[in-house]
């Protein structure tokens, strides 16, 4: 093929440009405090589709994580028990509030944090527990949630992947004090960079607001530690359409994964991605695991798919607890964190991708893996 099938792209058209150009014409590009009136729109325009009181919008998805510990009192000396199969954002933001990460390993199904493990990473010191929808499909947040009502702890829901995912009939948020969103560029939506809280707590909302703008309760008045992480006027005028679009988006989403699942049944070798009974997948990624092997030889099959113009990708090939930094924290063996590293990666099903490229990504992964 004459260009590389990307794993993921942003779908932009005049209806994005037009917004930019109206908040330009404005001349308000930011707001004080926090927020100006596309800011305000957007917030809450993507809390009422994620069924949550309260959208807080911020510049990145990593903003939303350090925010969210912050509101929940999280500080210097406390444990958050995170996954460490995920973006490093994750365990990032618990080290900016000055709090321990504690890696916990994952279901090797769903590749999401086990339930099962997070009753051993339990101390006195723990404070919260951020699960991680991982390539689109929630945690299981219900037996999160019953965890951390044993011990007393806050849920962080890490939605950064999972924007129309459903567990229970439930999108992600319900089953948490708070969830956390990206859109950065790849995302099932983008507003290039940003990201947001919701929350259905009153409380947690004013929080947010404050820290989102220097913990300033009036002008020039801090009263908590905050930090400037406002969204500017431009990104949330590109969410706003970008939003609109989000049924459609998930809609071509599925169908292409519902696609190449048919493509690719029966190949020898090669677990598809779950979705378990009661969970809607929003195919964020399209995540297979070659059963038998290495890295190695993983990274080959990668390798050999980009020849044929498909740009499958490794998301995440070095697990966050065993990067240079996070050793720190504490060396845990996580095996199946680790086996999966080692055996994951991801084929593209956007809503860029056309049922043409998808037969040819389904033929071009089965001559590679080979022929069942």
């Given at each position: 093929?004459?260009?590389?099938?990307?794993?993921?792209?942003?779908?932009?058209?005049?209806?994005?440009?037009?917004?930019?150009?109206?908040?330009?014409?404005?001349?308000?590009?930011?707001?004080?405090?926090?927020?100006?009136?596309?800011?305000?729109?957007?917030?809450?325009?993507?809390?009422?589709?994620?069924?949550?009181?309260?959208?807080?919008?911020?510049?990145?998805?990593?903003?939303?994580?350090?925010?969210?510990?912050?509101?929940?009192?999280?500080?210097?000396?406390?444990?958050?028990?995170?996954?460490?199969?995920?973006?490093?954002?994750?365990?990032?933001?618990?080290?900016?509030?000055?709090?321990?990460?504690?890696?916990?390993?994952?279901?090797?199904?769903?590749?999401?944090?086990?339930?099962?493990?997070?009753?051993?990473?339990?101390?006195?010191?723990?404070?919260?527990?951020?699960?991680?929808?991982?390539?689109?499909?929630?945690?299981?947040?219900?037996?999160?949630?019953?965890?951390a009502q044993k011990h007393g702890l806050a849920v962080i829901?890490?939605?950064?992947?999972?924007?129309?995912?459903l567990h229970r009939g439930r999108p992600p948020g319900s089953?948490?004090?708070?969830?956390?969103?990206?859109?950065?560029?790849?995302?099932?939506?983008?507003?290039?960079?940003?990201?947001?809280?919701?929350?259905?707590?009153?409380?947690?909302?004013?929080?947010?607001?404050?820290?989102?703008?220097?913990?300033?309760?009036?002008?020039?008045?801090?009263?908590?530690?905050?930090?400037?992480?406002?969204?500017?006027?431009?990104?949330?005028?590109?969410?706003?359409?970008?939003?609109?679009?989000?049924?459609?988006?998930?809609?071509?989403?599925?169908?292409?994964?519902?696609?190449?699942?048919?493509?690719?049944?029966g190949l020898k070798g090669l677990r598809l991605p779950a979705?378990?009974?009661?969970?809607?997948?929003?195919?964020?990624?399209?995540?297979?695991?070659?059963?038998?092997?290495?890295?190695?030889?993983?990274?080959?099959?990668?390798?050999?798919?980009?020849?044929?113009?498909?740009?499958?990708?490794?998301?995440?090939?070095?697990?966050?607890?065993?990067?240079?930094?996070?050793?720190?924290?504490?060396?845990?063996?996580?095996?199946?964190?680790?086996?999966?590293?080692?055996?994951?990666?991801?084929?593209?099903?956007?809503?860029?991708?056309?049922?043409?490229?998808?037969?040819?990504?389904?033929?071009?992964?089965?001559?590679?893996?080979?022929?069942?």
């Amino acid at each position: 093929m004459a260009r590389i099938i990307p794993i993921n792209m942003p779908l932009i058209d005049e209806r994005e440009v037009e917004a930019v150009t109206e908040v330009l014409r404005s001349g308000v590009l930011t707001g004080h405090p926090g927020r100006g009136p596309m800011v305000t729109r957007f917030e809450e325009a993507f809390a009422g589709f994620v069924g949550a009181r309260h959208g807080v919008a911020v510049n990145s998805g990593t903003a939303a994580l350090h925010m969210a510990l912050l509101a929940a009192g999280v500080t210097q000396g406390d444990q958050v028990i995170v996954p460490s199969l995920t973006f490093v954002a994750t365990a990032e933001a618990v080290a900016l509030a000055g709090a321990r990460p504690v890696f916990v390993d994952i279901d090797p199904e769903t590749y999401n944090i086990s339930p099962g493990e997070i009753e051993g990473a339990v101390t006195e010191r723990t404070r919260a527990i951020i699960p991680v929808d991982l390539y689109g499909l929630s945690a299981d947040m219900g037996a999160v949630r019953e965890a951390a009502q044993k011990h007393g702890l806050a849920v962080i829901e890490d939605a950064a992947q999972a924007h129309g995912a459903l567990h229970r009939g439930r999108p992600p948020g319900s089953f948490a004090e708070m969830a956390c969103w990206s859109f950065y560029a790849s995302k099932n939506m983008t507003t290039g960079e940003g990201g947001m809280v919701t929350t259905d707590s009153d409380e947690l909302a004013e929080k947010l607001r404050s820290i989102r703008v220097h913990g300033e309760t009036g002008p020039y008045r801090s009263s908590m530690l905050g930090h400037n992480y406002r969204m500017p006027e431009i990104e949330a005028a590109i969410g706003l359409v970008q939003l609109k679009k989000l049924p459609e988006f998930l809609e071509r989403r599925r169908r292409n994964a519902g696609l190449l699942t048919e493509r690719l049944r029966g190949l020898k070798g090669l677990r598809l991605p779950a979705e378990p009974r009661g969970y809607r997948h929003s195919w964020y990624l399209y995540t297979v695991r070659l059963e038998e092997g290495g890295g190695e030889r993983r990274d080959a099959v990668v390798e050999e798919l980009a020849g044929r113009g498909v740009g499958a990708a490794v998301y995440y090939r070095v697990p966050v607890h065993l990067m240079p930094y996070y050793r720190r924290f504490g060396r845990r063996r996580l095996p199946e964190t680790e086996k999966a590293a080692s055996q994951v990666f991801s084929l593209p099903v956007h809503p860029g991708v056309t049922p043409e490229e998808i037969d040819h990504i389904g033929r071009s992964v089965a001559q590679v893996v080979g022929e069942p």
